[in-house]
Every structure is written in C-alpha cells, then in structure tokens.
C-alpha cells in the first residue's frame, strides 16, 4: 500500500480520507493545512512543508479544500503539487457505479453512491459529490464541482471550475459555461 498526504483539511477532506480508507489502496500519512486541525491523522505542517514531504518518500496527493469559492485554490495546490512532483490519484468510493466505458482525469473524487454512466468523460480535479449522478455521454471540465445529489442528464457539457448546486438538474444535452454556479435544487431546462 502506498503512502498519501491529504492537502487542506476541512469537511471535503474528511469525505476525502474516508473513501481512500474504503479504498484500501493508500496508507493516509497525514495532512497539511494553515493550521492543525481536529483529526485522527498527522499534521505534517503547512503546504511549505510539501516538498520536504516529497523529498521524504511521499508521492501521493489529494487535495482536501472543497469547492465552495475555492476553485482557483484548487487550481493552484494542483499545480504546485504537480511542480514538485506528486501522483493525483482518483479517489473513488467504493460505492460509487462508474462505468467501464467513462473517463476520469488526474486527482479527481467520485464521492459514496455517485453515478458515472456510460461514455461520460470527467476532467482533471473534479469533484462528484455524494449520490450525484453523471449521466451518459456527459463532459464535466477540470476543476468543476457537482455537489450532493445533482443530476447530470445525458450530454450535457460542464465547463471548466463550474459549480453545479446540491441537488441541481442540467436536463439533457445543455451546456453549462465555465466559472458558472448553478444554485442548489435549480433546474436547467
């Protein structure tokens, strides 16, 4: 089992550890935040330490900052992780459906009962949240959120760090800009 290091460590990244623990395919050595925090795991000190965290063996991350305003945080932790030279792994629940025939990029989450249909291809450092749904022949762009319980009808497009609300629907075939925030329970016909 390979070591991981969580980065940021609020509510979004105590879902995040659960579902690496469920995995059962990294060993969490701990996390890196502002400060430390109420947690079972280790702090290893502030995102200044990640590269002495490298440099010690660790080649694993995940991003534990949720969405909510924090897209370009994201990005950013991203690409300073990928600078030093840390593996993103997928962190799927393992009661999470995600089809055979989908497509999921680099450090993204797939949270406990999402759904990824057939042929959806999902970008870089997404976040599907707990029992969304991403149906088939969906795009959702790198760094998007859709949060607890959204629908995604079929082909519909995500642009990049959109944000679509709990418990959304995107009816079939629309296609949502980029930066945009769909509003929790909104339906876009």
Known sequence: MEDIVIVGF??????????????????????TDLQKADSQYSYM???????AIFDSGIKNAAIGVGYMGKGEIRRQLYSKLKDIGFKLPIIVDPSASVSDTAAIGEGSFVGKGAIINTEAGVGKMVIINTKALVEHECVVGDYAHVAVGAVLCGQVKVGEA????ANATVIQCREVKGNAIIPAGATIR
């Open 45 to 51: 000190g502030t995102d200044d330490e990640l590269q």
């Open 10 to 31: 609020g509510g979004h990244a105590k879902s995040v550890a659960d579902c690496i623990e469920r995995e059962g395919k990294y060993h969490i050595v701990g996390y």
């Open 162 to 165: 959109a944000f679509i609300g």
